[in-house]
């Protein structure tokens, strides 16, 4: 079975600093990698999604993910953060066949200080 | 992109009681959803897997005839918890893959907090 790990449970960032959410995965297999975002009282949004071809990945709201796959890792990136970007981040993934069902990582809380 | 519905967003009942939760695709058709569980500042546990006229797949650990899954429709799903307790408070969430998005993209729904007293 995947199992999916993010090392950083709670990010305290300024506006305009740079950030970068670790996203870590173990699966033997060729699997698809998500970012979700959930906003305070919001539903889960989809962030951006790698399924094949150019490892880095362009998401909504200025966010991109790297899939390094020698380091089974997905980490997920933003130049510049808003006050706005505060939320939990969370990285899943699903192996390439069967029923696909996503397996989450325990999330990131990302809090961005104006 | 795709919405997915759910209702009640709130429910609070007794103790002993059953409670109806209902996923639903508004704009296109799901053959398969999914049930989560979220607890407080914790992540997504996958409950099961539900699949439009045929028996669900629960996860392990997760006891099927406490959690009822119905896929009657390609645009509904629910979700009865039945006998509830305490210690089913929780927050459930579903999700609807999208086969026009591809099969890995999957929608999610508001949720649903369950309160049981």
């Known amino acids: 079975a995947q199992s999916v790990s993010q090392h950083n449970h709670h990010v305290i960032l300024s506006e305009a600093a740079s950030l970068e959410l670790g996203c870590n995965y173990s699966?033997?297999?060729?699997?698809?990698l998500f970012w979700y975002v959930q906003y305070p009282g919001q539903h889960l949004q989809l962030l951006l999604k790698?399924?094949?071809?150019?490892?880095l990945v362009k998401g909504i709201k200025g966010f991109e993910a790297e899939f390094i796959k020698s380091k089974f890792s997905f980490n997920l990136r933003k130049p510049s953060v808003q006050w706005s970007d505060t939320a939990e981040y969370f990285c899943a993934v699903t192996p390439d066949t069967g029923r696909r069902a996503l397996t989450f990582g325990s999330g990131t809380r990302l809090q961005v200080q104006p | 992109g795709a919405v997915v519905s759910q209702h009640p967003s709130r429910v609070i009942c007794k103790s002993g009681t059953s409670v109806k939760i209902e996923c639903r695709s508004l704009d296109f058709q799901a053959t398969t959803m999914f049930w989560y569980r979220q607890f407080p500042k914790q992540s997504l546990m996958l409950m099961a897997t539900?699949?439009?006229?045929?028996?669900?797949?629960?996860e392990q650990g997760v006891e099927k005839d406490k959690f009822l899954i119905n896929h009657a429709s390609l645009t509904l799903s629910t979700l009865t918890v039945t006998s509830a307790h305490p210690e089913d408070s929780s927050f459930y969430i579903c999700?609807?893959?999208?086969?026009?998005?591809?099969?890995?993209?999957?929608?999610f729904g508001p949720g649903t907090r369950l309160l049981v007293l």
């Open positions: 790698y399924f094949s071809g150019d490892p």
């Open positions: 999700s609807a893959r999208d086969p026009g998005q591809g099969q890995e993209t999957q929608y």
């Open positions: 699966y033997g297999g060729t699997v698809n």
């Open positions: 539900s699949n439009e006229g045929s028996k669900a797949t629960y």
